[in-house]
């Protein structure tokens, strides 16, 4: 018999923490986006809404990576919602990407 299970959060701590886990997964695995075939595991980077989310911040660290290799500059993060290495926080909110998968 189908059961369903609702689960209620405040939906600020739920966005943020979402972006949060987008760039942990972003930052974490960046230079290794290539899922390896064959395995049997489910990746985060398959999941939605992480699919989209994870696949910008990897866009917006590419962006930087080039940046780096073109200038030699490199950024420093002392605020880890507001910094030139991926999408602030503040920016983020506005995105499509975001209001597609978490505003309500």
Same mark, same amino acid.
């Given at each position: 018999?189908?059961?369903?299970?609702?689960?209620?959060?405040?939906?600020?701590?739920?966005?943020?923490?979402?972006?949060?886990?987008?760039?942990?997964?972003?930052v974490r695995?960046?230079?290794?986006?290539?899922?390896?075939?064959? +395995? #049997?595991? %489910?990746? $985060?980077?398959?999941?939605?809404?992480?699919?989209?989310? @994870?696949? !910008?911040? *990897?866009?917006?660290?590419?962006?930087?990576?080039?940046?780096?290799?073109?200038?030699?500059?490199?950024?420093?993060?002392?605020?880890?919602? +507001? #910094?030139? %290495?991926? $999408?602030?926080?503040?920016?983020?909110?506005?995105?499509? @990407?975001? !209001?597609? *998968?978490?505003?309500?």
């Amino acid at each position: 018999q189908p059961r369903v299970v609702t689960m209620l959060r405040d939906p600020v701590a739920r966005f943020l923490s979402s972006y949060e886990f987008a760039v942990e997964v972003s930052v974490r695995s960046f230079g290794e986006e290539a899922v390896a075939k064959g +395995n #049997n595991r %489910v990746s $985060t980077r398959n999941v939605w809404p992480w699919k989209y989310l @994870v696949r !910008h911040v *990897d866009g917006d660290l590419h962006r930087y990576k080039d940046k780096v290799e073109t200038t030699g500059w490199k950024d420093s993060i002392s605020n880890v919602y +507001n #910094n030139s %290495v991926y $999408t602030p926080l503040h920016e983020f909110v506005s995105l499509q @990407v975001a !209001h597609d *998968d978490l505003h309500n």
